[in-house]
């Protein structure tokens, strides 16, 4: 095969309904892309490889011309690369179904070792916050973080690894000029700019239901490990979690308990095979990173309390409290409860998650 | 012959004086109204002519001008039959007109000639008395009403027959009757007890943030927001606020009685509202029924909670375009409605209550319960509006009960009667402080003079910076907290906000927008 033009590789990677791998056999027959553009239509007609629908595809994109396609390219100021260049990752290459092209803005996850973290987009607090903690920690080590950049975990994963300074990458179900979710517009531009957001689909495509299991193939293909934080029985997650195993990536769970329906997905893993993540610090040694010597930080803040702040700092819980709760387990009086709270927040102790509902804040190491 | 009465109609909640004159000459018989009338008072001549002809008196057939002073006030009801019928009859010679000046008449007539109540008594007979009218004519069913304005001498007629007599002085005796007892001359209406609520603070096992909540924003007249899961007792709470509020004084229970006299919701059994309201209009509500409307303005259910409790259950049900309306009100104390003919004003000096559930299940953020995606969730608190939140000073949430609440048993709740003896001494503080200003309560305190209003311990004040820092707090949410930390310590009768104030005011601190966004 010889150079092609951004023009016709662009024409090409737009036919994002015809799998990846049979478009590259296409072109291998037709010898270039710009020949698959001109092929007759008895030619197209004959060929058995592709169905009907293909078929119809194929010959309404012959119709429209490579122009328009490469001209909303050019204005979204996304990045193309195809699997006839060079720097097409190397982790996809490997994957069955591997797509003809990527889009990107930022950068691309290049050499550079990755891990995929996902989980549900409604989580709770201990989810959230290892999320955030393992984004952070990895990101740390020198290792990437892929995810999909949806609410809950997969956002504070990302979080977590773009405010320790490290790289992570979002893989969308839409074009990558199009925020999706809408509302996490903050991390989608932070993202751009010192990240990268990355996609299958052309510029201008909408985010469709069906497009995210597929894209789902692509976070654990970038990925060599894949860590899912919180899953529901049925959870977007575990798709990602077969690909991972399609792919033969590690997989690793954090553990839930067993009556909590948003950890049964990772439980159920776990009983599978999966790794199960005993601690940051013991994750970043499974991955062979350095497990950075701060673990033993927290136990000398307990002796900073005073008494009463430690009585009180003991009935708060990962899952939110009521103050009326809270004054009841720690039979202190009102005025004091709430001061106590008031000074336990300032020192980052605790965290108000919802009105009048506290969680303890997870330390860094553990 | 010419002759005049008086008698007037409502504007709004304040009464307008009207001279109500007749001229009967040669000529055509007929009966001529002028004077800017609407419909329903141009229908009086003829119930006016009937009720006379079958009160025994004849109509010679003559032409009869009745003219309604001033006439550039455009004039509505059927409160002036009675005083056309008298002006009528006094031009006819039939009473001594004489008798009818200093008095003022007002009634619907039957055809029968029966003199009917009408509404917005009591803001006429206050402007009578103001007018320096000597004694009032009204419908019997209304003159208990008419006496609780006090200073005047109220008359209630049955007949136009007996309305005549009165005029002519053949019924002096009633007038004394009216008037009988010391207390009634002090203070009218007054003299039955006063009516209790029925419902105590009391009966609310658990809760304690909120009730706690609920005693600080009465004290301060902060709104307050109650967050929960149905079933949590958030309606009980606020059905029981009226009872820790002071008792009305009795120029507020006139203010407020005005207001029910014009919608016509005083009688005879209730001729002053001694109570505090309490008005929950349910959320299918029209911004017209809660702030007032209609093509003659009528007061909303913000007026008509004046001096009391807005509750507003359900808040995310309410159209968001409704609650909007409500944010004048609000902030001005009182609602003011435009029409072409003329403008209306209504009070609305109230303490909105609100209570909603968290998200749709009412769960969240409790995710092993909560079965609401991310968006519905979201959704759910984007229906209210970020400048409504931010009207209310304080917000709690009230948790789930728990059996042991419900049992309770060995804990004592704290009464209505205790929560409202210290409510009053946090209000006595606040009027000695704000005695010769425009401000009445601490959640009306500018923001420029909060620093004046509201000193701080040393300790508080670092505390509060610390918390303003970290808690990356605006500047709306800390002129609240300083207000709400004012109440709080009024009620404790410190001078100084302490650090217990600041941190409890932080709690109450109002809701953010951060829980839903995540």
Redesign the interface.
């Known amino acids: 095969m010889g150079e092609e033009k951004l023009l016709w590789k662009n024409w090409m990677a737009s036919l994002y309904e015809i799998p990846g791998p049979k478009r590259e056999r296409i072109i291998q027959a037709a010898g270039s892309i710009r020949n698959v553009y001109n092929m007759k239509k008895q030619h197209i007609d004959r060929m058995d490889m592709l169905t009907g629908r293909e078929k119809e595809i194929l010959l309404s994109a012959r119709s429209a011309g490579p122009q328009g396609s490469y001209e909303r390219l050019m204005e979204s100021g996304a990045a193309l690369v195809t699997v006839l260049d060079e720097d097409y990752p190397q982790a996809l290459r490997e994957i069955t179904n591997r797509p003809f092209g990527l889009y990107y803005t930022g950068q691309l996850p290049g050499e550079r070792r990755c891990a995929a973290v996902v989980g549900a987009?409604?989580?709770?607090?201990y989810g959230?916050r290892y999320a955030y903690l393992i984004g952070k920690h990895l990101a740390e080590a020198g290792i990437g973080i892929i995810s999909g950049m949806a609410?809950?975990v997969d956002a504070q994963a990302q979080e977590g690894a773009l405010d320790q300074g490290g790289y992570t990458c979002a893989v969308l179900g839409g074009g990558t000029d199009i925020c999706y979710p809408p509302?996490s517009r903050n991390l989608y531009e932070r993202l751009r700019n010192h990240g990268g957001i990355v996609s299958e689909y052309p510029p201008g495509t909408k985010a469709a239901s069906w497009h995210f299991p597929a894209r789902n193939r692509l976070i654990s293909g970038l990925a060599q490990t894949v860590i899912v934080v919180e899953a529901r029985q049925k959870s977007g997650s575990l798709i990602t979690a077969d690909f991972a195993l399609e792919q033969g990536k590690d997989i690793y769970a954090v553990p839930g308990r067993l009556?909590?329906?948003?950890s049964e997905g990772c439980n159920r893993l776990i009983s599978q095979g999966a790794g199960i993540v005993a601690g940051i610090g013991w994750l970043l040694r499974e991955l062979g990173a350095d497990a950075l010597e701060k673990i033993n930080k927290s136990k000398k803040r307990e002796n900073l309390l005073a008494k009463n702040e430690n009585l009180l700092y003991s009935c708060v819980d990962l899952?939110?409290r009521?103050?009326?709760?809270l004054?009841e387990l720690s039979g202190l009086p009102?005025?004091?409860v709430?001061?106590i709270?008031?000074?336990l927040?300032?020192r980052g102790l605790l965290v108000e998650?919802?009105?009048?509902?506290y969680v303890r804040m997870l330390s860094e190491g553990k | 012959m010419f002759q005049r009465v008086f008698s007037a109609f409502v504007y709004g909640i304040e009464a307008r004086i009207v001279q109500v004159e007749a001229d009967i000459s040669d000529g055509l018989p007929m009966f001529v109204m002028v004077g800017y009338l609407s419909a329903a008072v141009r229908e009086a001549s003829d119930r006016v002519r009937t009720a006379i002809r079958n009160s025994g008196i004849r109509i010679p057939p003559k032409r009869i001008v009745v003219n309604l002073a001033p006439a550039d006030m455009h004039k509505e009801g059927a409160s002036f039959d009675l005083a056309i019928a008298l002006s009528v009859l006094a031009a006819l010679g039939e009473i001594p007109a004489e008798a009818a000046e200093r008095t003022l008449i007002i009634g619907e007539l039957g055809l029968n000639g029966r003199v009917n109540p009408v509404r917005g008594i009591l803001p006429i007979v206050m402007k009578a008395k103001e007018f320096g009218f000597e004694r009032c004519i009204l419908p019997m069913e209304n003159v208990r009403e008419g006496q609780t304005a006090g200073g005047i001498a109220c008359v209630g007629v049955e007949t136009l027959a007996q309305a005549m007599e009165t005029v002519a002085g053949k019924k002096k005796e009633a007038l004394e009757e009216n008037r009988n007892s010391e207390e009634e001359k002090r203070c009218p209406g007054c003299n039955e007890k006063e009516e209790g609520y029925g419902l105590d603070f009391a009966d609310i096992r658990?809760?304690?943030?909120v009730k706690?909540a609920a005693k600080i924003a009465v004290a301060g007249m902060h709104n307050l927001l109650m967050?929960g899961p149905s079933g949590s007792g958030k309606t009980m709470i606020a059905r029981r606020l009226p009872t820790i509020f002071p008792p009305l004084s009795r120029e507020e229970s006139l203010e407020l009685s005005k207001i029910y006299s014009v919608v016509g919701e005083l009688s005879s059994d209730r001729p002053l509202i001694r109570q505090r309201p309490f008005r929950a209009p349910h959320h299918t509500v029209t911004a017209a029924a809660l702030c007032g409307g209609g093509r003659i303005p009528a007061p909303g259910e913000i007026s008509l909670a004046h001096m009391g409790v807005l509750f507003l259950d359900e808040l995310t049900e309410f159209s968001p375009a409704v609650l909007e309306c409500l944010r004048q009100p609000m902030e001005d104390r009182r609602v003011q409605i435009s029409r072409v003919q003329g403008t209306y004003i209504y009070p609305s000096d109230i303490m909105v209550c609100a209570a909603m559930n968290?998200c749709s299940c009412g769960y969240?953020?409790?995710?092993?319960r909560?079965s609401?995606?991310?968006r519905e969730?979201?959704r759910f608190l984007r229906r209210i509006s970020q400048a409504l939140l931010d009207r209310m000073d304080i917000?709690?949430?009230a948790?789930q009960i728990t059996y042991r609440d419900l049992r309770g048993g060995e804990r004592k709740e704290e009464s209505s009667e205790q929560i409202r003896s210290q409510v009053m001494r946090a209000v006595r503080i606040q009027k000695e402080r704000f005695a010769g200003t425009a401000i009445r309560w601490n959640s009306g305190i500018p923001g420029g003079e909060l620093p004046d209003y509201c000193p701080m311990e040393d300790e508080a004040e670092e505390?509060l910076q610390?918390?303003f820092e970290?808690?990356e707090l605006s500047a709306r949410a800390y002129h609240k907290i300083l207000r709400v930390a004012r109440t709080a310590a009024d009620l404790e009768g410190k001078e100084k906000i302490g650090?217990?104030h600041?941190?409890?005011a932080?709690?109450y601190r109002s809701?953010e927008r951060k829980?839903w966004?995540?």
């Open positions: 987009r409604v989580c709770s607090e959230r609410r809950g509302g009556c909590d329906p948003l899952e939110p009521s103050l009326d709760e004054t009102r005025e004091e709430t001061e709270l008031l000074r927040q300032l998650v919802s009105k009048n509902g | 658990g809760q304690k943030t706690r967050i968290p969240y953020p409790d995710m092993r909560c609401c995606s991310s969730i979201q917000c709690v949430e948790p505390l610390e918390t970290r808690l650090t217990v600041i941190s409890e932080v709690c809701l829980f966004m995540r």
